[in-house]
């Protein structure tokens, strides 16, 4: 597992396609007919991963996402993982009083009860070891055991039950509304497969009634695919593909859920949960995240923007899942309307296959400047800026980011010399936060020499790769 990842070392981060891109008030109607014309769900959770509380500060948009389930009469709440963001009692405890502050006695408003489906993650179990914490924690308590006292992996379990008041095992059932929840703590993954077994006819796991599973990393070649970052290697993916009725919530990666690629479904179905912290900007984009030593460009995208969660609807055959952000209270996207009969709707190769990649506008045209500006790390360098519009989103598909090319104009041939990979500015956030613009910048060093003449060719890409067609700048000389 790459533990270069910023958040691993803690630094304070029913169909398949859409029926149109529907903006908030497109949405809005959309949730009233379909209130309409849908019989109540049988079940409905609030789902959160990764709320990374660090200290008081953070609380309130959990404290929001908590109100907002209770309202929508949710029956159970799964955190799947990093709730206490540098490993420490005091901030678990924080988590701890958000709930019972928000559903006293494990019961919401109106008086019913709601269960918290929750387990330990990376961070709650080893963030006391992450960046400056050790030398933090040194400070404030010289003594061994004072210090080890405010660790929750001291005593894992100890502090769970007296926090959140109830039993705690490294992998536990429990039952909602006739409907069994399974959730693995960090490191207790790989015993997955061993309880499933020992307890599939106690808790009738075998049959179409879908049962709901938790752990924090994703399992392995399900959520983004083979290449997802913070997966568990496969156990999980081994342990549910007995089980076709198997639903997984995962988090760790910080993904965005405007990412079609948080769904998966093969021998089972497998949902990414994002994070209420932050969202992760992806490697390989000039405005993503560090990776490799590679020097980037362009400043990292306002990660912190992206605080997202769902609420499941749970009906006897599909699930509704609605994306949301919690800083403005909008969907990212329109729902999820997700089949559980077996047909795979939600798996890469059906669902991408009926994408259509968005498209610039008729008159889109790029333009290029270049000027000196700072590179990622502060440094004054020599840069050259491809500008251009953004693109419009298609039927199926916002912008994910954008593929650009620079061409360097020999004789008679355009020849490749340099290409980037730029997100759009807007790919976390609700569609009426969309983007106007985007931009690409190349260190002119990386780029042919003085007198070169240079052609760019930008193409906008959903997030399964499908791409629009290209727009083209005029012949630029360096």
Same mark, same amino acid.
């Given at each position: 597992?790459?533990?270069?990842?910023?958040?691993?070392?803690?630094? /304070?981060?029913?169909?398949?396609?859409?029926?149109?891109?529907?903006?908030?008030?497109?949405? %809005?109607?959309?949730?009233?007919?379909?209130?309409l014309?849908?019989?109540?769900?049988?079940?409905?959770?609030?789902? $959160?991963?990764?709320?990374?509380? =660090?200290?008081?500060?953070?609380?309130?948009?959990?404290?929001?996402?908590?109100?907002?389930?209770?309202?929508?009469?949710?029956?159970?709440?799964?955190?799947?993982?990093?709730?206490?963001?540098?490993?420490?009692?005091?901030?678990?405890?924080?988590?701890?009083?958000?709930?019972?502050?928000?559903?006293?006695?494990?019961?919401?408003?109106?008086?019913?009860?709601?269960?918290?489906?929750?387990? =330990?993650?990376?961070?709650?179990?080893?963030?006391?070891?992450?960046?400056? /914490?050790p030398k933090k $924690?040194a400070?404030?308590?010289?003594?061994?055991?004072t210090?080890?006292?405010h660790?929750?992996?001291?005593?894992?379990?100890?502090?769970?039950?007296?926090?959140f008041k109830?039993? &705690?095992?490294?992998?536990?059932?429990?039952?909602?509304?006739?409907?069994?929840?399974?959730?693995?703590?960090?490191?207790?993954?790989?015993?997955?497969?061993?309880?499933?077994?020992?307890?599939?006819?106690?808790?009738?796991?075998?049959?179409?009634?879908?049962f709901?599973?938790?752990?924090?990393?994703?399992?392995?070649?399900?959520?983004?695919?083979?290449?997802? &970052?913070?997966?568990?290697?496969?156990?999980?993916?081994?342990?549910? +593909?007995?089980?076709?009725?198997?639903?997984?919530?995962s988090?760790?990666?910080?993904?965005?859920?405007?990412?079609?690629?948080?769904?998966?479904?093969?021998?089972?179905?497998?949902?990414?949960?994002?994070?209420?912290?932050?969202?992760f900007?992806?490697? &390989?984009?000039?405005?993503?995240?560090?990776?490799?030593?590679?020097?980037?460009?362009?400043?990292?995208?306002?990660?912190?923007?992206?605080?997202?969660?769902?609420?499941?609807?749970?009906?006897?055959?599909?699930?509704?899942?609605?994306?949301?952000?919690?800083?403005?209270?909008?969907?990212?996207?329109?729902? &999820?309307?997700?089949?559980? !009969?077996?047909?795979r709707?939600?798996?890469?190769?059906?669902?991408?296959a009926?994408?259509v990649?968005?498209?610039?506008?008729?008159?889109? /045209?790029?333009?290029v400047?270049?000027a000196?500006?700072?590179?990622?790390?502060?440094?004054?360098?020599?840069?050259?800026?491809?500008?251009?519009?953004?693109?419009?989103?298609?039927?199926?598909s916002?912008?994910?980011?954008y593929?650009?090319?620079?061409? %360097?104009?020999?004789?008679?041939? !355009?020849?490749?010399?340099?290409?980037?990979?730029?997100?759009?500015?807007?790919?976390?956030?609700?569609?009426?936060?969309?983007? /106007?613009?985007?931009?690409?910048?190349?260190?002119? +060093?990386? $780029?042919?020499?003085k007198?070169?003449?240079?052609?760019?060719?930008?193409?906008?890409t959903?997030? =399964?790769?499908?791409?629009?067609?290209?727009?083209t700048?005029? $012949?630029?000389?360096?």
């Open positions: 597992m790459d533990i270069t990842r910023r958040s691993f070392v803690g630094t /304070t981060l029913a169909t398949g396609v859409w029926s149109g891109f529907l903006g908030s008030t497109a949405l %809005a109607q959309s949730d009233k007919t379909h209130a014309n849908t019989p109540s769900p049988a079940l409905r959770l609030g789902v $959160l991963s990764d709320i990374h509380i =660090y200290d008081e500060k953070n609380v309130p948009v959990f404290e929001r996402a908590l109100e907002f389930f209770g309202d929508r009469k949710a029956d159970g709440v799964i955190i799947a993982g990093d709730m206490a963001d540098r490993g420490l009692v005091d901030q678990l405890e924080l988590v701890a009083n958000a709930w019972f502050k928000v559903f006293p006695e494990n019961r919401r408003p109106d008086g019913q009860p709601i269960e918290k489906l929750f387990v =330990y993650g990376n961070h709650d179990v080893q963030g006391h070891g992450y960046g400056d /914490t $924690l400070e404030k308590y010289p003594d061994e055991a210090r080890a006292a660790c929750i992996v001291t005593d894992r379990k100890a502090v769970w039950e007296r926090l109830e039993p &705690w095992s490294g992998v536990y059932a429990k039952q909602v509304k006739g409907y069994t929840f399974i959730g693995s703590h960090w490191g207790y993954e790989k015993d997955l497969e061993a309880f499933l077994k020992a307890n599939e006819s106690r808790l009738g796991l075998k049959g179409k009634k879908p709901f599973y938790a752990q924090h990393p994703h399992p392995g070649n399900t959520v983004q695919g083979p290449w997802a &970052w913070g997966h568990d290697h496969g156990v999980a993916t081994r342990a549910l +593909s007995a089980y076709p009725n198997a639903v997984a919530f988090g760790h990666s910080h993904y965005s859920l405007t990412d079609e690629r948080c769904i998966w479904q093969g021998a089972f179905t497998s949902i990414g949960t994002s994070s209420l912290s932050y969202i900007a992806q490697y &390989w984009r000039e405005n993503g995240e560090n990776h490799n030593g590679i020097l980037k460009q362009m400043p990292l995208l306002p990660e912190h923007l992206g605080k997202q969660g769902m609420l499941v609807s749970v009906y006897d055959d599909h699930l509704v899942i609605e994306r949301r952000e919690f800083l403005g209270g909008e969907k990212v996207g329109p729902d &999820w309307h997700v089949p559980l !009969d077996g047909s709707a939600f798996a890469f190769d059906v669902r991408g009926k994408m990649a968005p498209e610039f506008a008729a008159d889109a /045209t790029v333009t400047t270049r000196m500006g700072k590179d990622r790390r502060g440094k004054e360098t020599d840069q050259v800026t491809v500008h251009f519009p953004a693109a419009k989103p298609s039927a199926t916002r912008v994910y980011d593929e650009v090319q620079a061409f %360097a104009y020999h004789e008679d041939v !355009d020849y490749p010399v340099a290409l980037k990979r730029v997100l759009s500015e807007s790919f976390h956030l609700p569609p009426t936060q969309e983007a /106007t613009k985007g931009s690409c910048v190349f260190a002119a +060093s990386e $780029l042919p020499k007198g070169t003449k240079v052609r760019f060719v930008v193409r906008p959903e997030c =399964y790769g499908r791409k629009g067609a290209a727009i700048s005029k $012949l630029f000389e360096m």
